[in-house]
């Protein structure tokens, strides 16, 4: 198996692929005759398994690939018996006269296991140029000559559409994220589901709820703070600032007894200035 193989250029200008190959179609073809179980004789075994984990299909989409190759572009033909694959008119862009490449080629050829392929290449092979393959393969259907049957693509219109529609599916595409839900007398705080739920888990619904309520009076009393996970704050800072407010709060209420209710707003002012500095130094920080 050789550690390369040779595309040409006129691949991307001919006519049948611009005209009547799809994304699709290119990708998979492209992929037919660059794979690593690709030889030179143009003819070799693949499981459709093998397909779909290489390329990322599904084993369905291989399957209605592999007959859209065969049956409307005529360029390859399968043998579901023998699991092989052979490309038609691989010889015109890949075989020389060289003796050493025939001895190479004769060698691969007698390893061939499905009959009809077998016989295809050895009459190739040996100069009759006119060979072809059972079930309507000739040498002149190649994706490098626009032969196209017109009527056959028309007739599997729909059945283009559905491959296409179910390769976008196997696409890698980014998941959707999840639905956050907003927490909050300002409605400030979002949280997904899961979010709220580890919240609850690692510091208990009462603190939880404590930490929400603090970001959500702190991002309104801020007006401009932006982050984009309220998650990742309660678990940075917010968590902290809540316990390191309950405690100044303790220490001046066991050194000063009850305050007035102006008071206690005028130390929840000064709280905030605190913890707004304190944020604003971490955030410096990272």
Known sequence: MAL??????????????????????????????????????????????????????????IEKLINRMANIHQVVKYSNDTKEMIIINWSKYNWTESSKLRIALEREIEMVKDAEFKRYLSELLNGNDTVSIPYAYTMDNSVYTNTLNTNTLNANTQDTETLNAETQN?????????AKQIYGVYQHVKLTDDEYKKLCDEYGDI???????????????????????????????????????????????????????????????????????WVHEREVQE
């Open 170 to 178: 196997t696409k890698s595409v980014k998941k959707s994220k999840p």
């Open 4 to 61: 390369s193989r040779n595309i040409q250029l006129s691949f991307w200008t001919d006519a049948k692929v611009i005209d009547d190959f799809t994304p699709e179609d290119r990708y998979f073809f492209l992929y037919l005759m660059t794979n690593p179980h690709t030889n030179l004789c143009g003819c070799y075994e693949i499981s459709k398994k093998q397909m779909s984990d290489e390329t990322g299909y599904t084993k369905e989409v």
């Open 207 to 277: 603190k939880a709820g404590e930490c929400i309520t603090f970001l959500d009076e702190y991002m309104e009393m801020k007006g401009n703070y932006k982050a984009n996970n309220h998650y990742l704050c309660i678990r940075k800072w917010v968590a902290d600032a809540v316990e390191e407010n309950k405690r100044k709060h303790q220490n001046r209420a066991n050194n000063n007894g009850y305050t007035s209710s102006n008071k206690v707003t005028e130390q929840l002012n000064e709280s905030y200035d605190l913890i707004n500095q």
